[in-house]
């Protein structure tokens, strides 16, 4: 019983600053949806990525997990494709520094001094791989949801251990693992049949 309490709690304690997903949405006039070569793409900016509650988190050291995704659905429900921008950003009060890691096949690391560089990075979104062609030329609908979850490295190495989870390199493993109903919902962005998309040229 006082292990189930402990774990419970835990629980509640790593979820309570989660943004709520309508707190962050995409403006209509930013989202731009176009096709290069063979892949559908995607330019958009989101808008208040971070939550005040977040960026005090951030300010006073705690490590936090950004998941950005993107799915394209049929109106009978069919998933087309799904596109995931999982990043971790950690913050060293003592040297002034944020450290945004990217966890990718080719994981990369930015660091900076500026927040605002931090949320530029997060929230202007450039050239996103959405799915392959072809599709069928019927409405298509893009969704997208979004987590972003501060926790403490203390917070974060109790739980793994009386949960018995392996990280395996990433933070947003772990995180995701734990408790996939706490994940906000997705939530519809925009309308569109691909023949009415736009076709760039490969620069």
Same mark, same amino acid.
């Given at each position: 019983?006082? %292990? &189930?309490?402990?774990? !419970?709690?835990? #629980?509640? *304690? ?10 962050? !949405? ?47 659905? #049929? =109106?009978?429900?069919?998933?087309? =494709? ?9 913050? /060293? ?14 994981? /990369? #690391?930015?660091?900076?001094? !500026?927040?605002?560089?931090?949320? !530029?990075? *997060?929230? $202007?979104? %450039? =050239? ?8 069928? /030329? ?18 974060? $190495?109790? #739980? %793994? ?9 990433? &933070? ?12 906000? $919902? ?5 309308? &569109? ?9 490969? $620069?």
């Amino acid at each position: 019983m006082a %292990r &189930f309490f402990i774990i !419970h709690t835990l #629980t509640v *304690c790593l979820f309570a600053n989660v943004q709520p997903a309508l707190a962050q !949405h995409i403006p209509q006039d930013s989202l731009y949806i176009f096709v290069q070569s063979d892949t559908l793409r995607l330019d958009a900016t989101i808008d208040s990525l971070f939550s005040k509650r977040t960026i005090d988190a951030i300010e006073s050291g705690m490590t936090t997990s950004i998941a950005v995704q993107f799915r394209l659905r #049929t =109106g009978r429900g069919d998933n087309l =494709g799904q596109s995931s921008l999982l990043r971790r950003l950690e913050h /060293d009060i003592w040297e002034g520094q944020y450290r945004l890691i990217r966890q990718s096949a080719r994981p /990369d #690391t930015q660091i900076t001094s !500026h927040f605002e560089d931090i949320r !530029h990075a *997060c929230s $202007e979104l %450039r =050239g996103i791989a959405l799915a392959q062609l072809p599709f069928p /030329d019927e409405p298509i609908t893009l969704q997208m949801r979004i987590d972003v979850n501060p926790i403490s490295p203390e917070q974060r $190495e109790r #739980t %793994r251990q009386w949960l018995k989870i392996i990280e395996k390199g990433s &933070f947003l493993e772990f995180f995701f693992s734990l408790d996939r109903s706490a994940s906000p $919902e997705w939530v519809d962005l925009f309308r &569109f049949r691909p023949s009415a998309l736009p076709h760039l040229l490969d $620069e």
